[in-house]
């Protein structure tokens, strides 16, 4: 008999503790849920639309399972999706509102075509960064102006490619990778890491050739909105010329050092004279 209120006993107390951990997740959702739908910024008049691109950007939207799981642990997840960057964009070139962008770090393709497609509206684009990597400048390549921090640095290398080998590997496991290939297909390389020390001419061949048409693509980009000759990117890229602050500005690569705030304020500046608002009007960021 006392087994029996034991089991039982233990049975109940599992069954309550999981009901308030049920409750106290559910309630960490809704929580998060309304707190996300109060804590959308009102658009006022005369708004700069700043874009703080420091979280991973990904083709398509992440799914409500990750939101979830953000939400479960106290903290919104907050990563950006192509497809929400260029609807915003796409709205703001057409709210009045919005009277410029600024970019603060950047990335990718189809982000810089949308913003291209935002100048076309006539109103400005500014990027600022601390540390611009290679991908992140060629995004705010295409801004009307690009502010570096004082102290900041851009990585301008070119672009590589690199290939990692496992025959060895498999080898101290006595593991045999038999790959069937076709005689003529030595172009399908994908398998020959696991057959093989060292790249292929093949291999070598095509990855150079699809390596330097991406780059042909990027470096004609930056040259043609930086107002640059493809040789002198070209020999700044190869000299490193644009890693230190004044090293870029001298360049051309950047318009301005200055820090973030005397940006903000700048911009603020522009936005009334353009407009002729009234003195002491100061833009929304």
């Given at each position: 008999m006392k087994q029996f209120f034991k089991f039982t006993l233990a049975s109940f107390?599992?069954?309550?503790?999981?009901?308030?951990?049920?409750?106290?997740?559910?309630?960490?959702?809704?929580?998060?849920?309304?707190?996300?739908?109060e804590s959308v910024p009102e658009i006022k008049d005369n708004s700069v639309l700043l874009i703080s691109l420091d979280k991973p950007i990904y083709d398509r939207e992440v799914s409500d399972i990750s939101s979830i799981a953000g939400a479960i642990g106290g903290e919104s997840v907050g990563n950006i999706g192509l497809t929400e960057f260029i609807y915003?964009?796409?709205?703001?070139?057409?709210?009045?509102?919005?009277?410029?962008?600024?970019?603060?770090?950047?990335?990718?393709?189809?982000?810089r075509q949308?913003?291209?497609?935002?100048?076309?509206?006539?109103?400005?684009?500014?990027?600022?960064?601390?540390?611009?990597?290679?991908?992140?400048?060629?995004?705010?390549?295409?801004?009307?102006?690009?502010?570096?921090?004082p102290a900041g640095m851009i990585t301008l290398t070119g672009l590589g490619a690199e290939v990692m080998y496992y025959k060895d590997l498999l080898d101290k496991f006595d593991?045999?990778?038999?790959?069937?290939?076709?005689?003529?297909n030595s172009y399908k390389s994908a398998g020959e890491k696991y057959i093989t020390n060292s790249m292929s001419q093949e291999n070598r061949e095509q990855i150079k050739t699809y390596m330097s048409a991406i780059w042909e693509g990027v470096s004609a980009n930056i040259v043609k909105d930086r107002k640059l000759t493809k040789e002198e990117f070209e020999?700044?890229?190869?000299?490193?010329?644009?890693?230190?602050?004044?090293?870029?500005?001298?360049?051309?690569?950047?318009?301005k050092l200055?820090?973030?705030?005397?940006?903000?304020d700048d911009i603020s500046k522009e936005i009334v004279a353009q407009n002729k608002l009234k003195e002491g009007t100061k833009a929304n960021f």
């Open positions: 107390l599992g069954v309550l503790f999981c009901t308030i951990f049920v409750f106290l997740v559910l309630s960490g959702i809704l929580g998060s849920m309304m707190t996300t739908k915003v964009i796409q709205r703001a070139k057409t709210d009045s509102k919005i009277k410029a962008i600024m970019l603060d770090w950047a990335t990718v393709e189809e982000m949308c913003l291209a497609d935002f100048k076309t509206s006539g109103k400005k684009i500014y990027a600022y960064g601390d540390m611009m990597t290679q991908s992140s400048y060629y995004l705010a390549s295409v801004a009307d102006q690009i502010v570096l921090n593991v045999d990778v038999e790959l069937i290939r076709p005689k003529n020999r700044q890229v190869s000299d490193l010329q644009g890693c230190l602050p004044q090293d870029a500005l001298k360049n051309k690569l950047v318009d200055s820090f973030k705030t005397n940006l903000m």
